[in-house]
């Protein structure tokens, strides 16, 4: 069945940076869209970016424009997320998806497969 592992979560100052990593296992990903997520206590989960694991196409919400990347390594069956110039309200959990292929865009779909979450917190 598919795993997705988060990892790289932690503490950091505002204005410093964070790579968080998404370990899928499972099948191969050959037509899907990978996603990020994130989750603030007390609020719903939102969208943060997702890559199409193929051709690499991304796609990113307004607020992390021009800060966080999203990439993918094929070989190792990982999605990354760089995060730079990160902010106190960046705070939340951060969970990875996979979607099947839906033949949409953007990916704003329901997603099949999630991770566990890795906590970000940033201090002011």
């Known amino acids: 069945q598919v795993q997705l592992v988060e990892s790289g979560g932690g503490l950091v100052q505002a204005g410093g940076s964070l790579r968080l990593s998404c370990a899928a296992s499972?099948?191969?990903?050959?037509?899907?869209?990978m996603g990020w997520f994130r989750q603030a206590p007390g609020k719903e989960r939102d969208f943060v970016a997702a890559?199409?694991?193929?051709?690499?196409?991304?796609y990113y919400t307004d607020s992390v424009k021009g800060r966080f990347t999203i990439s993918r390594d094929n070989a190792k069956n990982t999605m990354y997320l760089q995060m730079n110039s990160l902010k106190p309200e960046d705070t939340a959990v951060y969970y990875c998806a996979a979607a099947r292929y839906r033949g949409s865009w953007p990916p704003n779909f329901e997603y099949d497969y999630w991770g566990q979450g890795t906590q970000v917190t940033v201090s002011s």
């Open positions: 890559i199409t694991w193929s051709a690499g196409v991304t």
């Open positions: 499972g099948r191969t990903f050959s037509g899907y869209t």
